[in-house]
C-alpha cells in the first residue's frame, strides 16, 4: 500500500455519464495504484466489473453523484477541478504542472464533458493525440503523470 503524507494533498478522479461499466472498472484499478483518495460517477452509476481485479470501490472512498450540479456542489474544499478535455484552450498534458489538491474529471468518449463542466474547470488538458483515447486509457495516464512529475504546492 502506498504511504501518503499531508504535504502530497489529495486528489480523486472520476467520469461523467461514463459509456460502458468495463471503462469504470479499469479507472478505477489505476486510482487505486497511483494512490487517489477517492473515486466518483456523475451520472450512470458503477456496477461491479471483472476488471476491478483489485476490488477498488472497497478499497477507496466512492462517491456517486446524479447530476454535475450536485457534484460541483460537494467538491472539496480548495481542490482544483481539472477536466481531461480535447479543448484548443487546454493545457498539454506534458507540460501540466498538477495540483497538490485536485480531482481529475473525464467524460465519455462518445460526448466528452458537458459544457457546464468545460465552463467551471479551472483547469483542462489534453493530449497529443490525432484522436481521442479511450476514457480509463486518458484517466490512467493522467495518473501515471501525476505520480511521476510530482505536484505543485499550490
Same mark, same amino acid.
Given at each position: 500500500?502506498?504511504?501518503?503524507?499531508?504535504?502530497?494533498?489529495?486528489?480523486?478522479?472520476?467520469?461523467?455519464?461514463?459509456?460502458? +461499466?468495463? !471503462?469504470?472498472?479499469?479507472?478505477?484499478?489505476?486510482?487505486?495504484?497511483?494512490?487517489?483518495?477517492?473515486?466518483?460517477?456523475?451520472?450512470?452509476?458503477?456496477?461491479?466489473?471483472?476488471?476491478?481485479?483489485?476490488?477498488?470501490?472497497?478499497?477507496? +472512498?466512492?462517491?456517486?453523484? #446524479?447530476?454535475?450540479? #450536485?457534484?460541483? !456542489?460537494?467538491? +472539496?474544499?480548495?481542490?482544483?477541478?481539472?477536466?481531461?478535455?480535447?479543448?484548443?484552450?487546454?493545457?498539454?498534458?506534458?507540460?501540466?504542472?498538477?495540483?497538490?489538491?485536485?480531482?481529475?474529471?473525464?467524460?465519455?468518449? #462518445?460526448?466528452?464533458?458537458? !459544457?457546464?463542466?468545460?465552463?467551471?474547470?479551472?483547469?483542462?488538458?489534453?493530449?497529443?493525440?490525432?484522436?481521442?483515447?479511450?476514457?480509463?486509457?486518458?484517466?490512467?495516464?493522467?495518473?501515471? #503523470?501525476? !505520480?511521476?512529475?510530482?505536484?505543485?504546492?499550490?
Amino acid at each position: 500500500m502506498q504511504e501518503k503524507s499531508l504535504e502530497q494533498g489529495y486528489f480523486g478522479i472520476g467520469i461523467q455519464n461514463g459509456k460502458t +461499466p468495463e !471503462n469504470l472498472g479499469v479507472l478505477w484499478r489505476s486510482a487505486q495504484n497511483f494512490g487517489a483518495s477517492f473515486i466518483f460517477t456523475i451520472g450512470n452509476r458503477y456496477q461491479k466489473q471483472a476488471c476491478d481485479t483489485h476490488k477498488a470501490v472497497g478499497a477507496i +472512498p466512492y462517491f456517486h453523484y #446524479d447530476t454535475f450540479q #450536485d457534484f460541483y !456542489n460537494n467538491l +472539496p474544499k480548495s481542490a482544483l477541478l481539472v477536466g481531461v478535455e480535447l479543448t484548443h484552450e487546454a493545457t498539454w498534458l506534458e507540460e501540466f504542472e498538477h495540483p497538490r489538491r485536485c480531482v481529475y474529471l473525464l467524460g465519455a468518449e #462518445d460526448h466528452g464533458l458537458s !459544457n457546464e463542466a468545460i465552463e467551471k474547470c479551472h483547469r483542462i488538458v489534453k493530449f497529443k493525440t490525432p484522436l481521442s483515447l479511450n476514457v480509463s486509457v486518458a484517466g490512467s495516464i493522467v495518473l501515471y #503523470d501525476r !505520480n511521476t512529475k510530482g505536484t505543485v504546492i499550490i
